[in-house]
């Protein structure tokens, strides 16, 4: 594989020793690697390992540096035919996104930390097609700030090579380049002396002379440079005078780093620095600018491996607690120091080997050249139904279980509500020059659950739906009608059409056997049709499961639960008999009157007029925030009535025998494939109706729970069908698609059974 790594300069650093040993043991293992930045002292140690170097001035924000980086950034990509490109940092991830625009190549950010996002720095930070984070911590700061969802991260480790940064690495070189006698007591810390960086440095220097009283023979070795280096030498010299010896030792940048982490009795430090030092058995004190959390022991591993050894959000050092640590740490036995060496070296080996980082950046390397193209998800999102949204929930936790971090889209209406949902990519459906820019790039779309083709509800909906599906075999994007009801239609031209265009997409599954006998009545003569189930049925014991508290009640602790949405017709007398009937379940037998919106907006005002005209107590819920709200609820209830068609399915999803109140086809459908009661069409509906079918459940309520149980066992095997033949058409890599033979004799023999 060839791979460009670009950053903006490779002298001694966390982000920057990453690279190198990142590059390197890519290299290793057979990969080729070329870093541009604008070079370092790290550069040397790359070439002499097989890594490619080229200068680019990627480390200014200067308008002309921007430009001459963006133009030898366009020659490499243009010329050295890179499999994948990866930035590490905030400048070259701005130049290389501008320019994966023109030349379309595979795109990979790391976030080695928090970045700043203050003078709207924020909105020219780009991070590529998938992004790796070196902690859990900083993962939460790109989901949180930047909103990429959860699913585009990988939490990786920020590698040390255990060969290199050992407790048997010979010090004799840099004691005689120092002066410093075997017998010395040294603290050794490395670190960027940047202004952002160094203080800890210089809480150590402070603390020195007093130090230096407790501790015979103390001597500090501070490595590294940066642009606060004048005023840390001139704290050293100051404590050398008031030690009255050379105790304090600057060294200035370093790339033997190797060295020094193994010639301290206890380093100072944080983030990788530190982690190489534990690699060398050397205990570490954790102070930086960021956070201290003092000496790293068996007590601290979770905060320090949750903050990636930064400590973000950490107490902040002092020199008088920097002091303290010391002072305790050289009051332990040689006994106990060894052990506390010998566990941070073997904390690195679990959790930190370069392997391991490798590993990391390879798969996610194979995950961006695999996803590069997107599977767009469309359907009715974002309104706040739940129905829906328990579907598209179904289909994004069919991807995701069943293929590795898929890259998925989805068309909605409330881009920002779906992501903070789902963590999933959204979009909005209004968007048109946007969806088809997408569908111009994207591998499928899958046209998700519902209701969607038909005409009842608007001529507006259909025609936006088939314009989606057109839109996308033009350009030569597989479609997948995806557990579709399929109807009513009020007319015979909007069959028609829908026909036509189904008769031209890959793959077809319905999830009702009426929609499957519609489908063939309507001449679609696609062969690639399988009956399946409502996707929602493969959400079934998919969340932890949980202890569901009562639902409220004065009575009892049996409930009716209702799901009602408004209809046009008599809505009013509707409402009236609903009402008289929870009086009589009530009554009758002690079923306490539970409403539960399914869609805010819509069916809220109904539910509350229902519940006013209640002689019983009563309660309407508030809008379920997620599935498994709706499935708590109604483990509870003893019997549904509902209109709204995920309402019965949840409710089956429960074992609660159910009543269904049909204004629509796909209700009747589906109780008849679950085997509740159909109480009629609502404009029909009388009081004597829906009480008998009341009665008939109640005095047969164990039978109907059984038989809804063995059904929605069916049902969620039958359900699983929608994600395996998405799964494959998204493997697919040829035409036309043909549905395994298995697929297609199951539609009979579910219409058989």
């Not at 002298?11 to 070329?34: N, P, Y």
């Not at 963006?70 to 320019?99: E, N, W, Y």
């Not at 309402?647 to 459908?669: C, H, N, R, T, W």
């Not at 009341?694 to 059904?711: F, G, P, T, V, W």
């Amino acid at each position: 594989m060839k791979i460009l790594m670009a950053t903006m300069k490779m002298d001694i650093g966390g982000a920057e020793t990453h690279i190198l040993e990142l590059s390197r043991a890519l290299c290793q293992e057979g990969h080729e690697v070329t870093v541009v930045s604008n070079g370092g002292s790290y550069v040397k140690i790359l070439e002499e390992s097989g890594v490619k170097h080229v200068w680019a001035p990627l480390h200014t924000k200067k308008i002309g540096a921007l430009l001459q980086s963006k133009k030898i950034l366009a020659q490499l990509i243009t010329s050295g035919h890179f499999d994948i490109v990866h930035a590490h940092a905030r400048i070259p991830a701005f130049l290389l996104q501008s320019l994966q625009k023109k030349y379309h190549f595979p795109f990979v950010t790391t976030a080695h930390s928090v970045f700043a996002t203050e003078y709207g720095l924020k909105y020219i930070t780009s991070w590529g097609d998938k992004t790796i984070a070196v902690s859990d911590d900083i993962k939460k700061h790109l989901m949180d700030v930047y909103h990429i969802p959860s699913s585009d991260i990988r939490v990786t480790v920020n590698g040390i090579d255990m060969v290199k940064f050992s407790p048997q690495t010979d010090t004799t070189s840099i004691r005689e380049e120092f002066g410093i006698a075997p017998q010395e007591q040294v603290i050794v810390l490395v670190s960027r002396l940047d202004e952002s960086r160094s203080l800890a440095a210089k809480h150590l220097i402070a603390a020195t002379p007093d130090l230096a009283k407790s501790i015979p023979d103390l001597r500090v070795v501070i490595v590294g440079g940066g642009d606060d280096f004048e005023v840390v030498q001139q704290a050293a010299r100051q404590a050398n005078e008031s030690v009255g010896r050379n105790c304090v030792i600057l060294t200035g940048p370093r790339t033997d780093i190797h060295l020094f982490a193994a010639l301290g009795k206890l380093f100072v430090g944080v983030s990788r620095a530190a982690l190489e030092a534990m690699a060398a058995e050397c205990p570490v004190i954790m102070a930086g600018n960021e956070g201290f959390i003092g000496l790293f022991e068996p007590s601290k591993l979770k905060v320090s491996i949750d903050t990636n050894f930064c400590f973000r959000g950490c107490q902040a050092s002092s020199t008088e607690e920097m002091k303290s640590e010391i002072l305790r740490f050289f009051s332990l036995s040689p006994t106990q120091q060894k052990e506390l060496g010998v566990y941070s070296r073997g904390i690195v080996a679990t959790y930190y080997s370069v392997q391991r980082m490798m590993q990391d950046a390879l798969r996610v390397y194979q995950w961006a050249l695999s996803k590069q193209k997107e599977i767009l998800i469309a359907g009715y999102y974002g309104y706040s139904n739940m129905g829906d949204e328990s579907i598209l929930s179904s289909i994004i936790h069919g991807f995701r279980e069943t293929y590795e971090s898929p890259n998925l889209t989805v068309l909605c209406k409330s881009p920002n509500k779906i992501f903070q949902r789902f963590q999933v990519r959204a979009i909005s459906r209004f968007r048109y020059f946007t969806i088809t820019k997408h569908l111009k790039h994207a591998d499928m779309l899958v046209f998700g659950g519902g209701s969607l083709l038909q005409d009842r509800t608007s001529q507006r909906s259909l025609n936006y739906y088939l314009y989606l599906i057109r839109i996308a075999k033009r350009y030569g994007c597989k479609v997948m009608i995806y557990a579709n009801g399929l109807g009513p239609f009020t007319h015979a031209s909007s069959a028609k059409r829908v026909a036509k265009v189904l008769n031209g997409v890959d793959v077809i599954t319905l999830r009702d056997h009426a929609s499957y006998n519609l489908l063939r009545t309507i001449g679609v003569k696609n062969p690639n049709v399988c009956l399946t189930a409502d996707p929602v049925f493969s959400l079934l014991h998919t969340s932890p499961e949980t202890k569901s508290e009562p639902l409220p009640s004065e009575k009892s602790n049996h409930y009716l639960v209702l799901s009602i949405r408004p209809w046009h017709g008599n809505s009013k007398q509707m409402s009236q008999i609903i009402a008289s009937v929870c009086n009589y379940a009530y009554n009758t037998y002690q079923l306490s009157p539970v409403f539960l919106p399914m869609q805010e907006k819509e069916d809220l005002p109904i539910l509350q007029s229902i519940c006013k005209m209640l002689e019983v107590p009563g309660k309407v819920l508030p809008i379920p925030n997620n599935v498994k709200s709706i499935e708590k609820i109604m483990e509870s209830a003893d019997v549904c009535i509902g209109m709204r068609l995920h309402s019965l399915i949840f409710a089956s999803m429960a074992d609660v025998p159910m009543i269904g109140l049909e204004y629509d086809p796909k209700i009747s459908a589906f109780i008849q494939d679950i085997g509740g009661i159909n109480a009629g069409s609502v404009a029909a509906l009388t009081e004597e109706t829906l009480r008998g079918a009341l009665d008939k459940i109640m005095s047969n309520h164990q039978q109907y729970k059984n038989q809804i149980a063995e059904r929605v066992q069916q049902l969620q095997t039958i359900a699983k069908k929608n994600v395996q033949l998405a799964i494959q058409l998204y493997l697919h890599d040829h035409t036309p698609y043909e549905m395994p033979k298995e697929f297609i004799q199951s539609n009979q023999e579910q219409n058989n059974g």
